[in-house]
């Protein structure tokens, strides 16, 4: 791959179950990823064991990362960390990215506004688009239920097109904008924090973007964890991205309102 931009696939697994193998081979399988570094913030020992024969299989080709669970963005950021490769793909273990999809990331990159964060199609096993991959900015009535955020029932793109958010299940970045911005805030455990990196990079000038072209399958919630700890994660990470870009008094006041508010609206949504 000498005289190409090297892509690098970042993929950060917690008890994910079989789903983390279609996501490694197909990764292994696109001639567009040089890399993939796998960030194992907690699976079984007979996962751990897979991951060491996979890791073996790639003939350097592929890195593992045993961590302490500091979560998905924190782990994202020690994974970009050990590679040099100039773009970065950011999957979930329980995506399988289709095949040439990053290359059709790639394509909508260039050119684009730096900081520039680019997202791909993110599709469920009955073939339609999931809800996230598109996104206007999050707004307070937005998280409340009261005005729009996804657009996945929006007629699709012919092509390209600038976005307020994209989903961090599924994107791709130049390195030297996932430095820029610092990458992910690691005040956030779990959840939000793709909308705040979307959100920083169209504060600083940059450009976000989704690209139809490009598509992964997403099984969606694989990893064991209990609903109860992700509702109350999303809205403790909610609240911390409401209360970071709040402009003014006035709006920092109608946050702190808000906020009780977001975990009840979250729950009967469910």
Wanted: net charge neutral; aromatic share 8%; glycine share 10%.
């Amino acid at each position: 791959m000498s005289g190409r931009a090297q892509t690098a696939a970042l993929v950060v697994t917690y008890h994910t179950g079989p789903r983390l193998i279609e996501c490694l081979y197909a990764l292994k399988a696109d001639p567009e990823i040089s890399e993939i570094v796998i960030a194992d913030n907690g699976n079984p020992p007979e996962v751990q064991a897979w991951l060491e024969g996979f890791i073996t299989g790639c003939a350097g080709q592929a890195k593992l990362l045993r961590l302490d669970n500091p979560g998905f963005g924190a782990a994202v950021n020690r994974a970009a960390r050990e590679t040099a490769a100039e773009r970065l793909l950011v999957i979930n273990p329980d995506c399988v990215i289709r095949r040439g999809s990053a290359g059709q990331l790639a394509a909508a990159l260039e050119g684009a506004a730096a900081p520039a964060i680019v997202g791909g199609r993110i599709f469920g096993i009955d073939g339609r688009e999931q809800r996230g991959a598109r996104r206007n900015t999050l707004t307070l009535m937005a998280a409340l239920g009261l005005s729009r955020w996804t657009l996945e029932n929006e007629p699709p793109p012919s092509g390209p097109v600038a976005v307020g958010a994209i989903s961090g299940a599924f994107f791709l970045m130049r390195r030297a904008d996932f430095e820029q911005l610092g990458g992910f805030d690691e005040g956030y455990f779990l959840h939000v924090e793709d909308v705040d990196l979307c959100r920083r990079a169209t504060e600083a000038g940059g450009s976000v973007i989704y690209q139809p072209a490009a598509g992964a399958l997403h099984y969606t919630s694989t990893s064991d964890v209990p609903s109860a700890f992700v509702q109350a994660q999303k809205a403790r990470s909610l609240a911390r991205y409401f209360r970071k870009f709040a402009k003014g008094p006035l709006e920092r006041g109608m946050v702190e309102l808000a906020v009780p508010f977001i975990g009840l609206a979250l729950r009967l949504r469910s």
